[in-house]
């Protein structure tokens, strides 16, 4: 009875993981959709009328480059702090979902950093206790 009950137990994780890696697989691509929408706004905005508005025979050509480097500079901005947020959320879910739940137990010892000056008075201790 309990074997069965732990086969549903495991039937319905796999079944629970499934929806969740699908679901992070779909947010990755709407990111993605989004990422490609606000290219084509951007472009839309500036760097399309700009072709259409601009004076050829007066400067045009000129103020077409302080354009483009305007639109550079929005379209990266914004996509790489979409991208830095997307690789954020991406680990932090790994961590957090796939991490936590099938390998992290709490067992253990407390971490201790590294240090000089503990190392020096454990050995003052040892040396008091082996002095007696």
């Known amino acids: 009875s309990s074997g069965i009950n732990a086969e549903y137990g495991y039937t319905i994780e796999f079944c629970l993981g499934v929806i969740s890696n699908t679901a992070s697989y779909l947010r990755l691509w709407a990111l993605s959709l989004a990422h490609s929408e606000l290219s084509e706004v951007l472009w839309d905005m500036t760097l399309y009328y700009a072709f259409y508005w601009l004076d050829w025979d007066e400067g045009g050509c000129i103020l077409l480059v302080f354009i483009f480097v305007a639109w550079a500079a929005l379209t990266v901005s914004i996509l790489l702090c979409m991208e830095g ?22 067992n253990g010892y407390k971490f201790l950093p590294f240090s000089f000056a503990l190392i020096l008075e454990n050995m003052e201790n040892l040396e008091e206790i082996s002095a007696i």
């Open 85 to 106: 947020l997307s690789a954020f959320l991406h680990a932090l879910r790994l961590h957090w979902v796939e991490f936590q739940n099938k390998f992290y137990d709490g």
